[in-house]
T-cell receptor, first 119, second 112 residues
Framework: GAVVSQHPSWVICKSGTSVKIECRSL??????MFWYRQFPKQSLMLMATSNEGSKATYEQGVEKDKFLINHASLTLSTLTVTSAHPEDSSFYICSARDEVAGGLSYEQYFGPGTRLTVT | GDSVTQMEGPVTLSEEAFLTINCTYT??????LFWYVQYPGEGLQLLLKATKADDKGSNKGFEATYRKETTSFHLEKGSVQVSDSAVYFCALSGLGGFKTIFGAGTRLFVKA
């Protein structure tokens, strides 16, 4: 089945630094990937839709200058948390559709998540 | 707007008990419906899905039926195991683009 990987799986950084999280579709191409944020014991909050070769579409209330998204290839999207602060600590999850095998299916394949802790 | 409402947890059951997790949705069109499962410290995995009314999705002993008349997609399993302990998310997609809307999640604990 389709596999999505994320790297790193966890990261600790100091306040004020930037952190980059990678999301890769390993065995399929994805022109669209999604980035979610999940707080402890809560649901997933869609942050943005990452579009290959064009700008990401951010959800209302998400700071685009804070959370930079780059989708440079059909298998890679990156989320950079800039000038991180403790309140950015969270579990970040990406997902993608297998647009070829999946056709019009709306099923998403999720990465394993990245736990970010900002000290 | 479009939304998903699922029963609050946590749900605590003994092994071999019957499980029901209720899920209802509000949608302006005809979405696809999903149940995803999240094990501790991991991302989400698709558990089952249904794409149209009266479809029944099933996997690993879990099943859910797409009920358009009651706008529901309740998850059931006849006999739960300790390994089923996880958080279960009901979700919908297919309403303008490929965004997925998730319910709040229901945490299930199964005791041996």
């Amino acid at each position: 089945g389709a596999v999505v990987s994320q790297h790193p799986s966890w990261v600790i950084c100091k306040s004020g630094t930037s952190v980059k999280i990678e999301c890769r579709s390993l065995d399929f191409q994805a022109t669209t990937m999604f980035w979610y944020r999940q707080f402890p014991k809560q649901s997933l909050m869609l942050m943005a839709t990452s579009n290959e070769g064009s700008k990401a579409t951010y959800e209302q209330g998400v700071e685009k200058d804070k959370f930079l998204i780059n989708h440079a290839s059909l298998t890679l999207s990156t989320l950079t948390v800039t000038s991180a602060h403790p309140e950015d600590s969270s579990f970040y999850i990406c997902s993608a559709r297998d647009e070829v095998a999946g056709g019009l299916s709306y099923e998403q394949y999720f990465g394993p998540g990245t736990r970010l802790t900002v000290t | 707007g479009d939304s998903v409402t699922q029963m609050e947890g946590p749900v605590t059951l003994s092994e071999e008990a019957f499980l029901t997790i209720n899920c209802t949705y509000t949608a302006t069109g005809y979405p696809s419906l999903f149940w995803y499962v999240q094990y501790p410290g991991e991302g989400l995995q698709l558990l089952l899905k249904a794409t149209k009314a009266d479809d029944k999705g099933s996997n690993k002993g879990f099943e859910a039926t797409y009920r358009k008349e009651t706008t529901s997609f309740h998850l059931e399993k006849g006999s739960v195991q300790v390994s089923d302990s996880a958080v279960y998310f009901c979700a919908l997609s297919g309403l303008g683009g490929f965004k997925t809307i998730f319910g709040a999640g229901t945490r299930l604990f199964v005791k041996a």
